[in-house]
């Protein structure tokens, strides 16, 4: 029998989210629509839009130049990379690399990583990541990097130390994992495995895009060597981040011109320079979390302000994926991608299921009709979805909320499903 009951975590959490403020803060939501592919793409911050206008409003000149406009451009782009060094809590700016994507950032360090890295040295994938997390690895077999493939536990979906054990070599020299899958949703314990990795004298690379809308980053507690994530899933434009050890990228090779030094951090990893405005757009991010945490009554610093803002954000996402997975444990047609129950917190809400028979493109394009954006596919995690053998009927349908969701949202989608698939396959009423 499936398991229909809510489960309750043993702490129940304290901080509420004001909806309304939160709501107020992105305008995309105004226009009738219900977001559910936030792991696509989130809505912008209109603060964020609002950065990135007044710096091509006002400072839009090259840095560098002795003249006053160019000086406050170049405290611009310093100002975003503080905002960032916040967010992710780094120790200092330039332990910050912007870029395009995440995508192109774990290209360039994979480039970046050419002289460190010599015929018969190993890299470590997992197969529970996307494929830009594995890809700019797997192309270094070109260069003689051996790649292995930490595999997934098919029945808990977790990444297993005891599997990642025998994969390791005096010769590994970085393990490439995801802070969360974005099909499976549960965070992976990344301090633990960059102990592991660490204890074994290699560094670990983290793509935190699934994870960084939904809790806060805290780089140094998770001891990280490279972490990195995209700004337009974590309510800002089409750019990206990274981090990294300061005295890891004063080793890496240069990407920009060749009087940019070893010392040039981060400089010489923002070839042809950093998009200013966009990453200026940070600052706004930071601002809005930083209002978000002094409404949940925090009144310390930057950095306390974000982690209680996203206290008040787990809170409310902790309330959608319940709903939601109670919902789909109601039925007896669905299966659940992932953990089907969020006892210990530890799920963010994207949310994956396949429908027995039905075509999730179908299930996907009938809910368009209802403004209700939801996506299926396998999200460019493509080999997970061949190793959980989920390629069939179009793959998943995945449904990825974000703290701006409400409850209310998600019984409009179930309402609509149930059209869709026929309430036949609804078990019993899981409403709270
Ligand atoms: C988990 C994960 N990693 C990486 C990426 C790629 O990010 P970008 O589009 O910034 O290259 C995505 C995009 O969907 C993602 O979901």
Same mark, same amino acid.
């Given at each position: 029998?499936?398991?229909?009951?809510?489960?309750t975590?043993?702490?129940p %959490?304290?901080?509420?989210? &004001?909806?309304?403020?939160v709501?107020?803060?992105?305008?995309?939501?105004a226009h009738?629509w219900?977001?559910f592919?936030?792991?696509?793409?989130s809505?912008?911050?209109?603060?964020?839009? !609002?950065?990135i206008n007044?710096f091509?409003y006002?400072?839009n000149?090259q840095i560098?130049?002795?003249?006053?406009?160019s000086?406050?451009a170049?405290a611009?782009l310093y100002?975003a990379?503080t905002s960032?060094?916040?967010?992710?809590n780094?120790?200092?700016p !330039?332990?910050i690399?912007?870029?395009?994507s995440?995508? =192109?950032?774990l290209?360039?360090l994979?480039?970046a990583?050419?002289?460190?890295l010599?015929?018969g040295?190993e890299?470590?994938?997992?197969?529970?990541?996307?494929?830009?997390n594995i890809g #700019?690895?797997?192309r270094?077999?070109?260069?003689?990097?051996i790649?292995?493939?930490? #595999?997934?536990?098919?029945d808990?979906?977790a990444?297993?130390?005891a599997?990642?054990e #025998?994969l390791?070599s005096?010769?590994?020299?970085?393990?490439?994992?995801?802070h969360v899958?974005?099909?499976l949703g549960?965070?992976?314990?990344?301090?633990?495995?960059a102990?592991f990795?660490?204890?074994?004298g290699?560094?670990?690379?983290? &793509?935190a895009v699934?994870?960084?809308p939904?809790?806060?980053?805290d780089v140094?507690?998770?001891?990280?060597d490279y972490?990195?994530f995209?700004?337009?899933?974590t309510? @800002?434009p089409?750019?990206?981040l990274m981090?990294?050890?300061?005295?890891?990228?004063?080793?890496?090779d $240069?990407l920009y011109?060749y009087?940019?030094?070893k010392d040039?951090v981060p400089g010489?990893l923002e070839?042809g320079n950093p998009?200013?405005?966009l990453?200026?757009s940070t600052?706004?991010?930071?601002?809005?979390?930083c209002e978000?945490g002094e409404?949940?009554g925090e009144?310390?610093?930057i950095?306390d302000?974000i982690v209680a +803002?996203y206290?008040?954000i787990?809170?409310?996402?902790n309330?959608?994926?319940d709903?939601?997975l109670?919902?789909?444990r109601?039925?007896n047609?669905c299966r659940?991608?992932?953990?089907?129950s969020n006892?210990?917190?530890?799920?963010i809400?994207?949310?994956?299921?396949?429908?027995? @028979?039905?075509d999730s493109?179908?299930i996907?394009?009938?809910?368009?009709?209802h403004r209700i954006a939801?996506?299926?596919g396998d999200?460019?995690?493509?080999?997970? =979805?061949q190793y959980l053998d989920?390629?069939e009927?179009?793959?998943?349908?995945?449904?990825?909320?974000?703290?701006y969701? $409400?409850? %209310? !949202?998600i019984?409009?989608m179930t309402i +609509?499903?149930?059209?869709?698939l026929?309430?036949t396959?609804?078990?019993?009423t899981? =409403?709270a």
């Amino acid at each position: 029998m499936p398991n229909h009951d809510i489960p309750t975590r043993d702490k129940p %959490e304290e901080t509420v989210l &004001d909806i309304d403020f939160v709501r107020g803060q992105f305008p995309g939501l105004a226009h009738g629509w219900t977001f559910f592919d936030n792991a696509g793409g989130s809505q912008i911050l209109k603060r964020a839009v !609002e950065r990135i206008n007044t710096f091509l409003y006002d400072k839009n000149v090259q840095i560098g130049g002795s003249y006053a406009v160019s000086q406050a451009a170049a405290a611009a782009l310093y100002e975003a990379r503080t905002s960032a060094m916040h967010l992710v809590n780094a120790s200092r700016p !330039e332990e910050i690399v912007f870029g395009s994507s995440t995508t =192109a950032l774990l290209q360039n360090l994979a480039r970046a990583m050419t002289s460190q890295l010599t015929v018969g040295d190993e890299i470590v994938v997992t197969i529970a990541d996307h494929e830009s997390n594995i890809g #700019p690895w797997d192309r270094l077999r070109d260069a003689g990097i051996i790649i292995k493939f930490w #595999p997934l536990n098919r029945d808990t979906f977790a990444l297993d130390l005891a599997d990642l054990e #025998p994969l390791m070599s005096d010769r590994t020299k970085l393990v490439c994992i995801t802070h969360v899958s974005n099909i499976l949703g549960s965070i992976n314990p990344v301090r633990e495995i960059a102990d592991f990795v660490h204890e074994r004298g290699a560094r670990i690379c983290v &793509d935190a895009v699934a994870y960084a809308p939904h809790r806060a980053v805290d780089v140094q507690g998770l001891d990280v060597d490279y972490y990195v994530f995209s700004l337009y899933k974590t309510y @800002g434009p089409h750019y990206a981040l990274m981090y990294g050890k300061y005295v890891h990228l004063l080793e890496l090779d $240069t990407l920009y011109h060749y009087f940019y030094g070893k010392d040039k951090v981060p400089g010489k990893l923002e070839p042809g320079n950093p998009n200013y405005e966009l990453a200026y757009s940070t600052c706004g991010i930071v601002d809005y979390l930083c209002e978000l945490g002094e409404k949940s009554g925090e009144t310390g610093s930057i950095r306390d302000k974000i982690v209680a +803002a996203y206290g008040a954000i787990a809170t409310q996402e902790n309330a959608l994926v319940d709903r939601l997975l109670g919902y789909l444990r109601g039925r007896n047609d669905c299966r659940i991608i992932g953990q089907s129950s969020n006892r210990d917190g530890n799920r963010i809400p994207t949310i994956s299921f396949v429908f027995d @028979g039905r075509d999730s493109a179908e299930i996907c394009k009938a809910m368009d009709a209802h403004r209700i954006a939801i996506r299926f596919g396998d999200f460019h995690s493509r080999r997970l =979805a061949q190793y959980l053998d989920l390629t069939e009927n179009n793959g998943m349908v995945r449904v990825s909320m974000v703290h701006y969701n $409400t409850v %209310e !949202e998600i019984d409009r989608m179930t309402i +609509a499903l149930d059209n869709i698939l026929g309430s036949t396959g609804r078990t019993e009423t899981t =409403a709270a």
